[in-house]
């Protein structure tokens, strides 16, 4: 016959007979063999009550469902892009009320425009991963929402601001 541990206290013991019932010498913890199974599968000296990382066989793996890769790209992309824009805005803030010079407030807010077209390009790059990642069939989708939210909404901004702007420009020209 074979031995088993306890789940309970961890009192190694023999398998009851196929069909039949046994208790625990050391906590009392009931166990019952099928009558028509064969033996369990061996299971690996750090036993959990929950299983291990690659699942129980005997029950299947519900809810557990890996991220997307590309969701997760797509989110990276979009926090990225909304961080650097925020430094920028808050870089463009301090010189304007530090009493920067014309030239450096030029320079800044050229780099601002240069960046915020190419954060507009890495965007609809994120914004393409991240639908493909909602289309992923057994993977968690969390990310990859996040991902066409942020990404969508820097686009958003950038565009409401651009229309701002030559609107804006239109006045005074």
């Known amino acids: 016959m074979s031995q088993f541990s306890c789940s309970r206290c961890g009192t190694r013991m023999e398998a009851p007979a ?5 208790a625990c010498p050391g906590c009392g913890q009931l166990f019952e063999t099928p009558a028509t199974s064969a033996a369990p599968p061996p299971r690996s000296s750090r036993d959990d009550p929950y299983g ?25 992309i979009g ?21 920067a010079g014309y030239r ?43 991902g066409v939210i942020l990404n969508g909404l820097v686009i958003l901004i950038v565009a409401g601001l651009f229309i701002v702007g030559m609107a804006m420009g239109g006045m005074f020209g």
């Open 52 to 76: 291990d990382e690659r699942g129980d066989a005997r029950y299947p793996d519900v809810g557990r469902r890996t991220h997307s890769g590309v969701g997760i790209a797509s989110f990276l």
């Open 79 to 99: 926090l990225i892009v909304i961080v650097i824009d925020l430094l920028l805005v808050l870089l463009l803030v301090v010189l304007a009320t530090g009493g």
């Open 104 to 146: 450096e407030g030029r320079t800044v807010g050229t780099l601002a425009g240069v960046f915020n077209c190419i954060g507009v390009l890495a965007c609809l790059a994120g914004l393409g991963l991240g639908v493909a990642g909602l289309f992923q069939e057994d993977r968690n989708r969390t990310f990859a929402v996040l």
């Open 18 to 22: 196929p069909g039949a019932t046994a």
